[in-house]
């Protein structure tokens, strides 16, 4: 396994290590970054150097953090294709699987190879200027063209298939997968897109326009955004962030005057934009793969807290649409559904209150070796003191 995690967390520190040490008691060995190893203080594990051959070999690779961290360990996972699974701190991520209080049944059920492992549809991107291609690069969740200046708006031409769609003045463009519809493309007013859903989406940015809403196409089409404007004199360049792995490939600097936009893949690569630089967009040959757990029977795990006012808490295997209550907190009481799925709902409430009642006795030590007021602990430092 190569486990990653968020070092710049306390919080994230003592789950990566707990999840270490549950791995080595059940014969598993463990990798971890260079730049990682220092923090994490994982002594027995093998240290690797950050690279796209980090990940070749291994089984899976065990994420700790955020969606960003998440983001960031498929670099490093989609080149060796080995499924990434991750646990989730602080608030409900739609790429993790797991919750710290999950460690235990999540390492036993990799022990015993009990996971599936789903596909997830990228995209490749490509940076055209005076025909020649200058950059490419892929994304998960999203491609953005945005403006370069804050003052000044980004003139585009949007593409499908080969032919004009039409011409907008705004501040940007959202090209995503149906993994990346509920990120920044819902935050530019694009629809939700359930991941098994095969289509790419095109969603405008503050568009002065009529006709600029969302889209949906079709997963073979390709999409493209041409900035308007002519060539000039100033060197092109690309940026990848930090320990970013294969960001930009076949990158052929060019001249051409004052970038008038700017490309990000995952918000983690930049390309900048000169005017005249014509980006294409479509799906990518390789995706990269999630590890799911079997979902745990009856409901949410005891971790202490009580259900909340509109439904159990995200449990581990839990389906999309409880991801979706459970990030925006979407209101569902009056729902009734069927038998089976009411009383599900109801002894998953009652595990959450068992829980808490359990915890108003004294300190509860879980299975997984972190105290049940650690855990909260850990919570209530992602979400800034409210679990």
């Known amino acids: 396994m190569l486990l990653v995690a968020h070092t710049g967390r306390p919080a994230a520190l003592r789950v990566a290590r707990v999840l270490f040490a549950q791995l080595a008691a059940a014969g598993i060995g463990v990798r971890v970054l260079e730049p990682e190893a220092a923090e994490l203080r994982c002594d027995a594990a093998a240290v690797v150097p950050v690279s796209s051959s980090a990940a070749a070999g291994t089984e899976m690779v065990l994420v700790v953090g955020g969606d960003g961290t998440l983001l960031r360990a498929a670099e490093l996972a989609r ?9 989730n701190l602080g608030h409900v991520g739609f790429l993790a699987e797991a919750e710290p209080e999950d460690l235990a ?3 036993a ?8 492992v789903e596909e997830r549809m990228t995209i490749e991107v490509a940076v055209r200027i005076n025909g020649g291609q200058i950059a490419t690069t892929w994304a998960l969740n999203e491609a953005t063209v945005e403006k370069a200046a804050r003052e000044r708006m980004l003139d585009l031409v949007i593409e499908v298939d080969g032919r004009p769609l039409s011409r907008w003045g705004c501040d940007g463009v959202v090209f995503a997968t149906p993994t990346g519809s509920t990120a920044y493309a819902f935050s530019a007013g694009g629809p939700v897109v359930w991941p098994e859903v095969e289509a790419l989406l095109m969603v405008p940015i503050s568009a002065h326009a009529l006709f600029a809403g969302p889209m949906v196409v079709s997963p073979r089409s390709v999409l493209a955004a041409e900035v308007i404007g002519a060539a000039g004199g100033q ?5 990848a962030a930090p320990g970013s792995v294969g960001a930009i490939e076949q990158f052929v600097p060019v001249q051409s005057g004052t970038a008038g936009a700017v490309l990000w893949c995952d918000g983690r690569r930049m390309v900048e934009l000169p005017p005249g630089s014509r980006v294409e967009v479509r799906r990518g040959s390789l995706p990269v793969l999630l590890a799911r757990l079997p979902a745990v029977a009856g409901a949410a795990r005891a971790t202490g807290r009580r259900a909340t006012a509109n439904g159990p808490e995200v449990r581990i295997g839990a389906p999309f649409t409880d991801r979706l209550v459970a990030k925006f907190g979407l209101p569902i009481a009056g729902w009734r559904g069927r038998p089976a799925d009411r009383t599900e709902l109801v002894e998953a409430g009652n595990d959450e209150v068992a829980a808490a009642e359990a915890m108003a006795a004294g300190t509860a030590v879980g299975e997984n070796g972190l105290a049940r007021d650690e855990v909260a602990e850990v919570t209530d430092e992602e979400s800034g003191g409210h679990a």
């Open 105 to 107: 049944a999540a390492v």
């Open 235 to 239: 060197q092109l360049t690309g940026l």
């Open 109 to 116: 059920n990799i022990a015993a190879h009990q996971y599936s």
């Open 79 to 87: 080149p060796a294709g080995v499924p990434l699974l991750g646990v």
